[in-house]
């Protein structure tokens, strides 16, 4: 019976020793060293084949475009045409017989046609200038776009296989007390309930260790979504002092998002098109004044000979008067987008003041759950530790054990949410502000290590 009493001791000294290595390991992430793809690397890669980008830098192309288009409206435009044909005529008049023949005629044309005034013209060069900014900021806001998503993904990825470790070490953990419990019966130590318990969690952990398998591949195919680019061994993030907002009030941040976020600057731009607009269909009524030269030379075989060179220069006024109603719809059309295009701009406004506010009370909230996990952590090791001697002593349960053991990967993953959240709640304040940089995601890159955990 001593020899039975030892053997199952053994058995527990072992299993505490599994758990206590599990624990440290989870939370520092030791793993073999390795080379890894890095959050710049992924932004770079995402930045040059983003689609969104390419559609963000095409319509700006197309928006630098209509600068000259509209500004075409005011230079002169010169024509120039020519013609030749073969003519009959049938001419009387000239005898006691009319005069029947064909001849060979030919045209030669050149106008020239310059705007002095048109109102509508000028307003169209202002739209022109405004619908550029519109699409310059369409392509900040969809910069910071991608910067922002790829570093969700990217910590997503973290995130996922940071659980599916935890997952496969409660897995072995589980596996190990099995083990143990179904020696303790076999010795006659233990009991039939005890090892069905066990069995039951391990079955579950199993399962959790699928789930968090398929959620890394998911993750993983997210991020190769943006980047294009096969997701190869991440640099992880090995230690982190956690930081609030930079400064710490609220007001600060407002001020930035009000002035910079590109989102907002779009919808302003985009309302300055609308009343523009309005001012274009008024400006259909105004008169327009354009000067026009036209020189021609025609040469024809008749009897005799004709052969006419002409040139011509005229000022033309042109005035409308009534054109069927068209003008006065055009009018109020313009006049409801603009107003349609100012309340977007009001419902930018007040999304913004949301966000910000919401990036700035997340990032605050962030830096005390990292700061409490990483506590919970340490407490549910004690915890663990604690119970694992009553095991021993048989003042704890192996329910009490299992409880422990639970609550210790519930901390861990706990931990690991709050540790990539910290991180990716920096970004997601400055981007809510429209000031998040290329360098705010070198910044995050430095706190990486290729020691990364597998």
Not at 126 to 141: D, G, L, P
Not at 156 to 167: G, H, K
Not at 262 to 278: C, F, G, R
Not at 325 to 339: D, K, P, V, W
Request: net charge positive; proline share 3%; hydrophobic share 45%.
């Amino acid at each position: 019976m001593k020899k039975q009493v030892v053997s199952t001791l053994k058995v527990r000294r072992r299993v505490h020793a599994v758990l206590l290595i599990v624990s440290w390991g989870s939370v520092f992430g030791w793993a073999d060293p390795t080379l890894a793809d890095d959050l710049k690397t992924a932004y770079q890669q995402a930045a040059s084949t983003s689609p969104v980008l390419a559609q963000a830098r095409a319509q700006l192309d197309a928006e630098l475009a209509s600068r000259p288009l509209a500004r075409a409206a005011l230079l002169p435009h010169i024509n120039a045409g020519a013609s030749g044909g073969m003519n009959t005529a049938h001419v009387t008049g000239f005898g006691a017989q009319p005069l029947s023949t064909g001849y060979h005629s030919d045209i030669f044309s050149a106008s020239l046609t310059e705007s002095i005034f048109n109102g509508q013209a000028l307003t169209a060069m202002k739209q022109a200038n405004s619908r550029i900014q519109a699409s310059q900021a369409a392509m900040a806001f969809a910069e910071q776009l991608v910067a922002l998503e790829v570093t969700k993904a990217y910590f997503s990825v973290l995130q996922a296989q940071a659980n599916e470790r935890v997952a496969r070490q409660q897995m072995d953990l589980l596996q190990s007390i099995c083990d143990q419990t179904t020696a303790s019966l076999k010795v006659g130590t233990g009991d039939i309930i005890s090892v069905q318990e066990v069995q039951a969690q391990l079955d579950a952990a199993r399962a959790d260790v699928i789930t968090a398998k398929n959620t890394v591949a998911i993750a993983k195919s997210q991020l190769q979504r943006l980047t294009h680019h096969p997701v190869g061994t991440l640099q992880d993030i090995t230690t982190l002092q956690a930081l609030g907002p930079q400064p710490d009030a609220i007001e600060p941040w407002l001020a930035a998002a009000l002035n910079n976020q590109p989102l907002l600057q779009q919808a302003q731009q985009t309302l300055k098109v609308s009343e523009q607009q309005v001012q274009f269909a008024r400006r259909a009524r105004w008169p327009t004044l354009s000067m026009s030269g036209v020189g021609q030379h025609a040469a024809g075989i008749l009897i005799p000979p004709v052969a006419i060179d002409q040139g011509g220069a005229s000022l033309n006024l042109s005035i409308p008067i009534y054109e069927g109603g068209s003008t006065r719809a055009r009018i109020h059309e313009a006049e409801a987008l603009a107003r349609a295009s100012k309340a977007n701009v009001a419902n930018v406004q007040d999304q913004i003041k949301l966000d910000t506010q919401t990036a700035f009370l997340e990032l605050q909230n962030s830096v005390a759950q990292f700061r409490a996990t990483q506590q919970s952590v340490t407490s549910a090791q004690v915890s663990l530790a604690g119970t694992r001697k009553g095991y021993e002593i048989g003042s704890r349960s192996i329910i009490d054990l299992l409880t422990a053991t639970t609550n210790l990967a519930a901390a861990q993953r706990n931990y690991y949410l709050a540790l990539y959240t910290q991180l990716v709640a920096r970004t997601q304040l400055k981007a809510a502000a429209g000031v998040l940089t290329p360098q705010d995601i070198e910044s995050i890159n430095t706190l990486l290590s290729s020691n990364t955990s597998q």
